[in-house]
């Protein structure tokens, strides 16, 4: 059997995933995605009749096997190996698996950088989106702890977590301006 990362086309990706998902024919990942994509469809790409698959099937795909795009679109198991998909201009000749997750991603450490003004900006606003949700969750978070130290604890731990949360609201106080 062929292991998803190592193999060399997304159909057959999408195949040694679907199996290794415990997913034994193309009617099982159409069932996994609901009406959105057929049988034949399924099979047309993993067989590499269909290799240009629309955004939506893409993502309908990798969500139904739980596994991020990326593992569809690269050699994964390889991060040094070059990308693979058919149709790529040649701005990515030279794109190893592992850096395309990250430009996919819009990692700051993606290999690709923009070189326009436009494009650094949107990767900067982009991460700092991130960091807006993950704060808004770590200020959900301490409160609940802070709620539940107050109600049983009644100890030094409220003022830790107390001082954690104003740091956490301060950073998203810095954050606002950039993103409005």
């Known amino acids: 059997m062929t292991k998803f990362g190592s193999a060399k086309a997304i159909g057959s990706r ?3 995933l679907r199996r290794s998902r415990g997913m034994r024919t193309s009617k099982d990942l159409a069932d996994a995605i609901g009406g959105s994509m057929t049988v034949s469809i399924i099979e047309n790409i993993e067989l590499g009749r269909k290799s240009n698959l ?12 739980q596994v991020p ?3 569809i679109l690269a050699p994964m198991d390889d991060p040094s190996a070059p990308v693979d998909l058919p149709g790529l201009s040649s701005a990515f000749d030279g794109m190893t698996a592992i850096e395309f997750d990250a430009w996919l991603a819009s990692l700051e450490s993606a290999s690709y950088s923009s070189t ?8 900067v606003e982009l991460n700092a989106l ?8 770590e200020i959900r978070r301490l409160q609940a702890m802070l709620r539940l130290e107050d109600e049983f604890l009644q ?8 001082e954690r949360l104003r740091d956490a609201q301060r950073s998203i106080s810095r954050l606002g301006p950039l993103l409005n």
Do not use: F
């Open 130 to 137: 991130r960091e807006w949700h993950s704060l808004k969750r």
């Open 69 to 71: 795009p990326s593992y």
């Open 54 to 65: 629309d955004v939506s099937q893409l993502l309908n795909i990798a969500m139904a096997l």
């Open 116 to 123: 326009t003004l436009h494009g650094r900006n949107s990767l």
């Open 14 to 16: 999408i195949q040694a």
């Open 155 to 162: 100890s030094s731990y409220a003022s830790q977590t107390q």
